[in-house]
């Protein structure tokens, strides 16, 4: 079993020079590099403080310059803002300058003031994620690029540098919509599951992307699916709920609000209280999305996973640096 983290750099409350976030975001890669970690995942988010990372690709250069064995995932490039020819070209050239550690994820977005911002119609931002992905793989995949799409057209274009890694860095996408899972096992590209969905979800979708995967001659086996989970440790249940708490109504004030309508709401509408209201978005992080509890809770919450939602990499989101830590010293070791 895999273990990485979902590295977001998030300024709540700006309360500390952006300077600091970063700072503290290095060491803590440095410790993985040196604990057991399989790779780091680098959150991209454009315009708010909940994580203040506009660039993965620059970021995942630094990362690299301060590790040695930890690979460096995006996680995600937000593919439907991007020219993709420029994607295929900055994503190939940090694999070349990583000796070949990156993993790429690359996702749609969610947050309507990108879409606004980046002048991409919402409407259009599912075509032009999954044509953009199409097309970086063509890239790396074929000496010189022909193409002719929705979106774009190209002709005898060689895309330079191709990737270290060939025919290309192992490459997820990060989807949550049952079209677009369908969509990722049809193409046989790899799966990425996010952190905001119920364990039971995560287990639909799982059945539902083997069935499109083996439909259209592809299979599930060998294939790692990360699986993100919000993360809150502590030596007893009572800290640890505590801090998932304070984690969650983060989340909840910075990402899963009215404002930032679509998938988020989505997922609350489908989780009702008795059939009658939508569940309260703290608990629904509490109960059965975050891990959260004492060492040995999570332990047992990691193994459940195992069992039943045939978890086999997990990408952790910690809700606190002592969470980290914890988990670093006392969960970890016991798991690898």
Avoid at 244 to 270: I, T
Wanted: aromatic fraction near 10%; charge should be negative; charged fraction near 25%.
């Amino acid at each position: 079993m895999k273990f990485s983290v979902l590295q977001f750099f998030s300024w709540p409350g700006r309360r500390v020079p952006l300077e600091t976030v970063y700072e503290r975001a290095m060491q803590r890669m440095e410790i993985m590099d040196q604990t057991g970690y399989d790779a780091v995942w680098l959150a991209e988010h454009h315009f708010t403080d909940y994580s203040v990372c506009p660039s993965v690709h620059m970021m995942g250069l630094h990362v690299a310059s301060k590790t040695k064995h930890l690979r460096i995932g995006t996680g995600i490039s937000l593919a439907a803002f991007y020219h993709p020819l420029r994607l295929a070209e900055e994503v190939a050239l940090l694999d070349m300058l990583t000796g070949g550690r990156v993993n790429w994820g690359a996702g749609r977005g969610f947050d309507p003031t990108e879409f606004k911002a980046f002048g991409v119609p919402r409407e259009e931002s599912y075509p032009r994620f999954r044509e953009a992905v199409n097309i970086v793989h063509a890239a790396w995949e074929q000496e010189r690029l022909n193409w002719h799409g929705d979106y774009w057209t190209f002709e005898d274009v060689e895309v330079l540098p191709k990737p270290k890694q060939q025919p290309h860095p192992p490459s997820w996408v990060g989807v949550s919509s049952e079209g677009s899972i369908r969509w990722a096992g049809q193409q046989g590209y790899g799966l990425m599951l996010g952190p905001h969905g119920h364990y039971s979800e995560m287990a639909y979708k799982r059945e539902m992307y083997r069935q499109e995967l083996e439909a259209h001659g592809h299979t599930i086996e060998g294939r790692e699916i990360p699986m993100t989970r919000f993360l809150a440790v502590a030596d007893t249940d009572a800290e640890a709920e505590e801090i998932a708490r304070r984690g969650a109504s983060w989340v909840v004030g910075a990402y899963f609000n009215s404002s930032k309508s679509g998938n988020a709401s989505k997922v609350l509408e489908a989780r009702r209280d008795n059939g009658t209201k939508p569940m309260d978005p703290v608990q629904h992080y509490l109960d059965g999305v975050a891990l959260h509890g004492s060492p040995e809770r999570v332990i047992d919450q990691i193994h459940m996973l195992r069992e039943e939602m045939y978890l086999d990499s997990l990408m952790c989101a910690p809700l606190s640096h002592s969470s980290f830590m914890t988990f670093t010293e006392k969960v970890l070791p016991r798991l690898l």
